[in-house]
């Protein structure tokens, strides 16, 4: 044991990733613990983080945010998943669908069907067997827990959001739950002489903040576990080539799509996520083969209104710090490190970090075991996470450009090599424990991309070419005809 009991929780730092942690803590710990959160005004936030995945929901719910009160307060719109455009190849689209495809049986997923009905002559696309994906393409959403009268998946969802109304809206909530907070810039870190922990802040007004655990979510400053603690950092650049991002939001069009657009260029790719009052656009790219100026200049010439503000350039180096938790400082967000957002999973980092450390709440001192274990979770975690991303560079097909070409050529983590060629061998791929995303997610882009499995299970086997046929025609009808009954996403929203 390193200290005595845990009172005074500090976190350095707002936004996004410092009132969810503060949501969080102050649901779970409630009085036990004071929780005092030091921000200042005068601080921008990245901001752009502004699409989700799934896991939102049950964090929502166990903060005891209403859906339609969140969706008000952050102007938030319905996900139904990300269409990939031009990443196999110019002109090609798939995407990556939340929720099932398809009807899965014991011991074989669906996937193995579509590929022996593929090698029989069958046209039919993956996502055509994708309920969310059929749903997204015609702009419609609706809840729905299952197909109707069958035992299939229904939708499953996510949100995009703005950010910066989000953490206003969890600052409120967290409060009127009793979270002190500070307005200030930090400008000192000060450290414990005898075991180099942090002992408090100081502000440039003069104020002193102590405290027995202190929060990292300083963002890319990374003031505390970086700053002061000087923890280090893995730098996966040679993995993840691209190392800056321009953003601008733009009005919003008529019809609100229920889902995220990531358009391939290049030397990079472009995002695309419709909120209620506006558009938010950003091109991510790499700065050897584009400047600024010329990024700038794509990006303008390809959104779909009238630009809201003023482009930003927002330089970035993926990767991770070496701890997550270094002595009494947990870093929570973009201070533990940076994944680009193709597969928006930046917010829901700071979900699941918020989470472990309220698993490993230090209340009676902090133990090495724990904050080892907390490491050894958070490093496989973000791992996992990285290699899904690469996938998404290492399997293009296009040779239009050097970019592209020198994604395909480059080595991968063995993890994902080994993943990769079992499912192109074998038709098989397997989730890892506590992985976060999902055979089917794997799935979707690997086959999108063009890595198609040669071999299936033998289990397809036991249907004749007649019965798979009408599996597979069966499936497609239930799907459209469930995707009929739905409202319009502009109608679900104006119900709002």
């Known amino acids: 044991m390193k200290q005595d009991k845990i009172q005074n929780v500090v976190i350095a730092g707002g936004g996004t990733g410092g009132w969810i942690t503060a949501a969080l803590m102050v649901k779970v710990l409630g009085k036990t613990v004071n929780i005092t959160l030091v921000e200042s005004d005068d601080i921008g936030i990245i901001g752009v983080g502004e699409a989700t995945i799934p896991p939102i929901i049950p964090f929502n719910n166990a903060l005891g945010i209403s859906e339609r009160d969140f969706l008000k307060a952050t102007k938030g719109t319905l996900k139904l998943g990300i269409e990939f455009e031009n990443w196999k190849q110019q002109g090609d689209k798939y995407m990556h669908a939340f929720g099932g495809i398809g009807k899965n049986f014991p011991f074989c997923d669906f996937y193995h069907f579509w590929i022996r009905a593929q090698q029989m002559g069958d046209s039919s696309e993956f996502g055509e067997y994708s309920l969310n994906y059929q749903a997204a393409k015609s702009d419609k959403f609706g809840k729905m827990n299952h197909i109707e009268g069958t035992n299939l998946s229904g939708i499953e969802y996510a949100y995009h959001f703005d950010a910066g109304l989000y953490a206003k809206f969890l600052r409120e909530h967290c409060e009127k739950q009793g979270v002190k907070r500070i307005e200030g810039i930090i400008n000192q870190v000060h450290l414990n002489d005898e075991n180099g922990y942090v002992s408090s802040l100081k502000l440039e007004n003069g104020t002193r903040i102590d405290g027995d655990l202190f929060v990292d979510c300083t963002g890319l400053k990374a003031l505390l576990i970086e700053g002061a603690l000087s923890t280090g950092f893995d730098d996966w650049s040679h993995w993840l080539p691209c190392n800056k991002a321009v953003a601008v939001p733009c009005e919003s069009t008529e019809t609100i799509r229920p889902y995220t657009q990531s358009i391939a260029h290049e030397c990079g790719w472009q995002w695309r996520i419709p909120l209620q009052h506006r558009i938010g656009n950003g091109l991510v790219y790499s700065s050897k083969h584009m400047s600024d100026e010329q990024a700038i200049e794509k990006l303008l010439n390809n959104i779909d209104g009238k630009p809201l503000a003023d482009p930003r350039v927002i330089p970035f180096k993926t990767g991770r710090r070496r701890k997550q938790w270094n002595k009494n400082v947990i870093a929570i967000g973009l201070s533990s490190g940076f994944f680009e957002p193709l597969e928006s999973t930046n917010i829901h980092l700071i979900q699941s970090a918020a989470t472990r450390l309220m698993k490993f709440f230090p209340h009676n001192g902090i133990k090495d075991v724990e904050v080892e274990e907390f490491n050894r979770q958070s490093q496989i975690e973000s791992e996992r996470m990285r290699d899904f991303i690469i996938l998404h560079y290492k399997q293009n097909q296009r040779d239009d450009t050097e970019f592209w070409r020198a994604c395909q050529r480059m080595d991968v983590p063995e993890t994902l090599t080994k993943k990769m060629e079992l499912f192109e061998q074998s038709g098989k791929i397997f989730r890892e424990q506590d992985e976060l995303f999902t055979e089917i ?25 007649e019965q798979l046929s009408e599996l597979m025609e069966n499936l497609k009808t239930l799907i459209n005809r469930s995707v009929d009954k739905l409202p319009s996403h502009n109608e679900f929203l104006n119900n709002i």
């Open 441 to 465: 997610a794997w799935q979707q882009v690997m086959i999108g991309q063009g890595l198609v499995p040669k071999d299936y299970h033998p289990l397809v086997d036991s249907l004749s070419k």
